[in-house]
């Protein structure tokens, strides 16, 4: 099937620093969305873009909606050791569908 | 918020037998649910589109006669995997969107099946 690549694909940090990860697509997408998933439990979504260009935050995560629909990346200021887990872009073809092609992940290991 | 519960959390089976995963929708209802596959280590593939009263839809590749849906009412979709064998065990999700509101559909907890 369809996926997304993200890179990078995996990362380790130092607890406070910044982080920085995208996600490109062959397809222009109507909607990017990020989520965070931990070991052993389904995704829970961070942030949801809906126009290109569009520059959203959600406390310490902010996430950007490409100019070319076909791209986003997700940035996380001041890392925590709770940051740690597989970060994952999606995205939204039609409206209307909620079906989401999901991108490769990114594992983030934040050390304390 | 809106809570999507699966059950069960986790499940062994023998090869050859079936195994039911149940996705519910707490405390909204639910049209359409997604059910996701993710093997170890990788990403999340949608493997179909169950929708409340009718046929669900299956991705390329995906065997509708192997993995059974039945959306049977609007707060609760079924998964059975059929005659399961090792190469079915795997992470399955689900997800449900509330359709009196306009927001993402909500993802369930994940059910681990291992196939032995």
């Known amino acids: 099937g369809q996926q997304l690549n993200q890179s990078p694909q995996s990362m380790f940090i130092q607890e406070g620093e910044d982080v920085s990860m995208n996600c490109t697509s062959s397809s222009i997408f109507n909607t990017w969305l990020w989520y965070k998933q931990d070991p052993g439990e389904g995704p829970v979504l961070l942030i949801a873009?809906?126009?290109?260009?569009e520059l959203t935050s959600n406390g310490r995560l902010t996430a950007q909606f490409g100019i070319t629909r076909k791209d986003s990346f997700l940035n996380i200021s001041a890392s925590i050791p709770s940051d740690v887990g597989i970060y994952f872009c999606a995205g939204r073809t039609t409206s209307g569908t909620y079906k989401y092609i999901f991108g490769t992940g990114t594992r983030l290991k934040v050390l304390a | 918020g809106a809570v999507v519960s699966q059950h069960p959390s986790w499940v062994i089976c023998k090869s050859g037998t079936s195994v039911k995963i149940e996705c519910r929708s707490l405390d909204f209802q639910a049209t359409t649910m997604f059910w996701y596959r993710q093997f170890p280590k990788q990403s999340l593939m949608l493997m179909a589109t169950?929708?409340?009263?009718?046929?669900?839809?299956?991705e390329q590749g995906v065997e509708k006669d192997k993995f059974l849906i039945n959306h049977a009412s609007l707060t609760l979709s079924t998964l059975t995997v059929t005659s399961a064998h090792p190469e079915d065990s795997s992470f399955y999700i689900c997800?449900?969107?509330?359709?009196?509101?306009?927001?993402?559909?909500?993802f369930g907890q994940g059910t681990r099946l291992t196939v032995v």
């Open positions: 873009l809906y126009k290109a260009g």
């Open positions: 169950s929708n409340e009263g009718s046929k669900a839809t299956y």
């Open positions: 997800s449900a969107r509330d359709r009196s509101r306009n927001t993402e559909a909500f």
